[in-house]
């Protein structure tokens, strides 16, 4: 069965940076893309970028193109997402998700909680 | 970005309801409309894709339907397991953007 288990949580200051992954089992790794969206508490999911776990091919959310970076290792089959220059306002759950471009996410990743505190 | 806004944003119902969720979008968006179910502390859940597409293992009681830029989530008949909040989601352009969300509580 497909399964997308992330690491645990972090704790991180401002200004610091945060890599997550998301180790994928149960599906052929390279034929989909793994996708990041974040949620902060109360708010919608929001989504940040995807890497194509085939080529490697990454593409990101404006908003968040100057601060992250999705990377993959095919050999364990895992995608890691590394934002740096952290803020209070990036305090969220992390989440990785499966899905090809204008698919939904079919299976979601248990979240990773990110807290930015000073 | 394309702007999607659902309504009701809450919503009271009881077990044995029918239920209704409304998603708009701010363009057309084609087929490329889907609905999660998220619990509290749990991730999202593909229940609806490409609107009105059932998930494998999403039950009959969920349907979805619609068409360029607004679209309906129903529950026919709702149990006890379906209080969550619900999201629509659109996949036309990048990025994708979800609704703000309907919070479905027990009345």
Redesign the interface.
């Known amino acids: 069965q497909v399964q997308l288990v992330q690491s645990g949580a972090e704790v991180k200051k401002p200004g610091a940076s945060v890599r997550v992954s998301c180790k994928a089992s149960g599906y052929m790794f390279s034929s989909y893309a793994i ?1 990041w969206v974040r949620q902060a508490p109360g708010q ?4 940040m970028g995807w890497i194509n776990a085939g080529s490697g091919k990454t ?1 990101y ?2 908003k968040f193109e100057d601060r992250v970076t999705a990377m993959r290792d095919t050999s364990t089959t895992t995608v890691y997402l590394e934002l740096t220059s952290l803020k209070l306002e990036d305090t969220a759950l992390y ?1 990785c ?1 499966r ?1 090809r ?11 990773t909680l990110v807290t930015v505190s000073s | 970005d394309i702007e999607m806004t659902q309504s009701p944003s809450s919503l009271s119902a009881s077990v044995g309801d029918r239920v209704t969720i409304a998603c708009r979008a701010s363009q057309t968006i084609s087929i490329n409309l889907h609905w999660y179910q998220q619990k509290a502390g749990k991730a999202p859940t593909l229940l609806i894709y490409k609107i009105d597409s059932l998930q494998r293992g999403v039950p009959s009681r969920f349907s979805g339907s619609g068409t360029g830029t607004d679209f309906n989530l129903t529950i026919s008949s709702l149990q006890a397991e379906d209080f969550a909040t619900y999201y629509c989601q659109q996949s036309f352009t990048s990025p994708p953007t979800f609704g703000q969300g309907t919070r479905l509580e027990i009345k």
Do not use: N
């Open positions: 996708h919608r999911p929001e989504w593409k959310s404006e989440y998700a899905g471009t204008s698919d939904p996410f079919d299976f979601w990743g248990q979240g």
